[in-house]
């Protein structure tokens, strides 16, 4: 039997997925060849999955599969539930005929009579959801610190902004999103100033600088990501922010923009909330406290500096911020998914310490 595409591409995509890649970035490269109705839909099952996993795993439990499932039935049995039972103008013979046939070329032959049973089995009657882990498709761990640092409202709004696809924003020729757009203007650049863009890679937030007329250096600690950043009219510098700086003069305004957990993210990046582990925020911590350090060195007197994250967790943010630039903040700002458009974000607006620059 031929498997459709589409089918076969989000198959392999979420396989890998569960082996630690990204989905974004294997979509691009893995449905450039196919049709623009193929590549959407594609997508839509990859993210969908991703999003909506633990419902997922639920119904696939209710409608007779067994608990413990080899990561490739699960695979095709999650494609299989989420095509039937959350998209329309799905044909349901595809939907079931084509995740039997996938299960099959993942040798796993012996549970195709299972997949074909359980996928017959699902229907579209309302289901009472077991606990709200399950209902909003979100581990617990992670409601509950959002619930314990934004109150039980905002909680689950950012939960049910994570299950929506994100709404696309360009700005000029760049897509790029409403809360990442709000960063730079908190650095209040005036032409003529030097700008530090420590952690630049794609290079949305250095674009938007450079309109201000600024003269830009941006660096990244990854070569291949400073290359998206050809044809701006920046100086490109390959650098591990976490180390002291090579710069010999000071920046009049600087952006770190942290490498982080990215929980305010999950709408356009949903696996990272099966991913992440809340022992990995101290490690983030660790690292974004040596960023914000070594910058606050490049600062010049009188400058600004903006340390942001599209993390929600008070360690990348708030605690961050008190430990390497305790008294220095002006001003602050937070966005909420399902409060304010657009992805979330923290950021903190940070003076310079005259009295050690001289």
Partial sequence: MTIAPARQVAYDVLDRVEGGAWASELLLSAASSLESRDAGLASEIVFGVLRFRAQLDFLIERFG?????????????????????????????????????????????????????????????????????????????????WERNHGLEAARAIALAALEEPRKYLRGTRMQDIGSQSIVPLLELERGQTFLDLCAAPGNKTAQALEAGVRAVASDVHLHRLR???????????????????????????????????????????????????????????????????????????????????SLEPEENRDVVAEAAAGRVVKGSERLPGREAGDGFQAAVIKSDESANG
Avoid at 96 to 119: F, I
Avoid at 257 to 279: F, H, M, V, Y
Wanted: aromatic share 4%; proline share 6%.
């Fill in 228 to 310: 998206e950043l050809r044809g701006l009219a920046a100086d490109l510098v390959v650098l591990d922010g976490t180390k002291p700086l090579p710069f010999a003069r000071r920046f009049d305004r600087i952006l770190v923009d942290a490498p982080c957990s990215g929980t305010g993210t999950l709408g356009r990046n949903p696996e990272i909330k099966w991913r992440l582990r809340p022992e990995d925020l101290a490690d983030l911590h660790g690292r974004q406290v040596a960023l914000l350090r070594n910058a606050l060195g490049a600062l010049a007197p009188g400058g600004l500096m903006v340390y942001s994250t599209c």
């Fill in 65 to 145: 599969a067994p608990r413990k499932l080899d990561k490739e039935v699960r695979t095709a049995l999650r494609m299989g539930v989420y095509q039937l039972r959350y998209l329309e103008r799905i044909p349901a013979h595809a939907a079931v005929m084509e995740s039997v046939e996938l299960v099959k070329r993942a040798r796993k032959r012996s549970a195709t009579g299972m997949v074909n049973a359980v996928l017959r089995k699902v229907d579209r009657s309302a289901v009472g959801w077991p606990t709200r882990e399950v209902e909003l498709s979100c581990p617990e761990w992670l409601l509950e610190r």
